[in-house]
């Protein structure tokens, strides 16, 4: 280990926080096993040898999107063509339903900005679900679409959550972050909240009681710095207004995207992605490997770097399968128990709270 390595290894140790140059000085590190080593010992402290997973059923309202942000797959026009469709509040209550026997614990609600479906229909999607199943947990909406329905409702985001909680709403997904750099964002996906709106709806989200995850797309037009300032971000607002739960690292994708030229993150990239995230956010206790986008296999290798959880069971994801991700759309509760097992881990199934089901 080099001497600028050491230092960094012994500020884990010691519990002091790492600065921009320390994440920088990481990324351009050759030394991946150790970086992995200090990362896997701080994951061992904030959950031992327990890796979490949970049981949900996936719901994507619609694919049309006013957005189109150049990076995704999944938005479509609504007259064009990639099979645009919207379901009605029945129907996305059908398909909830559907997994009601599977055991599922959450409800995972996502979609992209329609353009004429009104902020009462979301509401009215929550509502069925959360009256016929009180008991499962409705996780929804990501912040780009919070704000969106402020815009399209005439109402504050404190409001449009206020009203989403009302209706049932238990918690946020951390989606649409992409990375806190606005020249980028205007680049890619200029119709969308920029990164101060992002921030400010999961403060608001944290002050009303509402947990939200977050995350990073990475592995497009982004730097090294740009990754190390979103994760100090994140920290920051932790800090100040703590709610999130998890952070997840979400590789870019390519396929079927207008950034299809860029081809993907490599694994060594995604590992060390990992490792950097569990090594700076020292104030977010569950680091994701989301094996949707990572695959299995990458994802079990990241149990060894850091990420002390694997999401969910999943059961038909649509969005990041649109960009080409070669995974199944969903496994079932067996077979993630034994890909936990396998990297010998403890397998444990939580609420999305983070409340113990089982440990296996
Ligand atoms: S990332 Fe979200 S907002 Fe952007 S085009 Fe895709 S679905 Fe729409």
Known sequence: MDKRLQ??????KQRIRLGKEDGVYLY?????????????????????????FN???????TNICVSRCKFCAFGVDENGTGGPYVMSPEEAFTFGAEAVDYGITEFHVVSALHPSKPFDYYVEVVKRLHEAYPQIHIQGFTAVEIFYFAQISGLSVREVLSTLKEAGLGSMPGG?????????????C??????????????????LGIKTNCTMLYGHV?????????????????????????FIPLPFLPDNTRLSHLGRTSALDDLKTMAISRLMLDNIDHIKAFWIMLGIPLAQIALEFGADDLDGTVIEERIMHSAGASTE?????????????????????????YNVIEIF
């Open 55 to 61: 049981v949900n059923r996936h719901i994507n309202l």
């Open 222 to 246: 982004e730097s090294i710095e740009d990754r190390i300032h979103h994760l100090m971000r994140l920290r920051e607002l932790q800090d100040t207004a703590p709610g999130f739960q998890s």
């Open 190 to 207: 200029p119709r969308k909240a920029m990164s101060d709106d992002w921030l400010q709806v999961h403060q608001t989200a944290h002050e």
């Open 176 to 188: 649409g972050a992409e990375v806190f750099n606005d020249d980028i964002r205007r680049e890619l």
């Open 329 to 353: 759309k969903g496994i079932d509760k067996q077979a993630i128990i034994e890909l936990i097992r396998e990297s010998g881990y403890t397998p444990v199934e939580r609420d999305t709270l």
């Open 28 to 52: 351009h590190s050759d030394d991946l096993l150790a970086i992995g080593a200090l990362a896997r010992a701080k994951k061992i402290e904030a959950s031992q040898r327990y890796v979490y």
């Open 7 to 12: 230092e960094i290894e012994e500020k884990v």
